[in-house]
Nanobody, 128 residues
Framework: QVQLVESGGGLVQAGESLRLSCAAS????????MGWFRQAPGKEREFVAA????????VYADSVKGRFTISRDNAKNTVYLHMNSLKAEDTAVYSC?????????????????????WGQGTQVTVSS
């Protein structure tokens, strides 16, 4: 059983940056592909980014590509989401996910499904 705890959310101005962290426990961290999802008020939860077990492959939603970067530190059992050039539409509760499904072919990775393990979420609010 994997437990996930997010941190790093807050209130920022449009154009600023923020880094989210997700600390994992209860499993062999490098065995899990990790992902970030977000849910804005009144909207469905949406995929943001995911990373393979040793960080060699990543995949991003088109809405964040070029602005957000997912990374991980397996020695610290932590996955990060570096968010740059934040926009008001990035405002949401961001949740960490373990065992996120995606596949890679021909140098391109495609998101498939969320995993079974979720953190409690952290609020990110971007004011314009």
């Amino acid at each position: 059983q994997v437990q996930l705890v997010e941190s790093g959310g807050g209130l920022v101005q449009a154009g600023e940056s923020l880094r989210l962290s997700c600390a994992a426990s209860g499993g062999t961290f490098s065995n899990y592909r990790m992902g970030w999802f977000r849910q804005a008020p009144g909207k469905e939860r949406e995929f943001v980014a995911a990373i393979s077990g040793f960080g060699s492959n990543t995949v991003y939603a088109d809405s964040v590509k070029g602005r957000f970067t997912i990374s991980r530190d397996n020695a610290k059992n932590t996955v990060y989401l570096h968010m740059n050039s934040l926009k008001a539409e990035d405002t949401a509760v961001y949740s960490c996910n373990a065992d996120t499904g995606f596949y890679c072919s021909g140098g391109r990775c495609i998101y498939q499904r969320p995993g079974n393990y979720w953190g409690q979420g952290t609020q990110v609010t971007v004011s314009s």
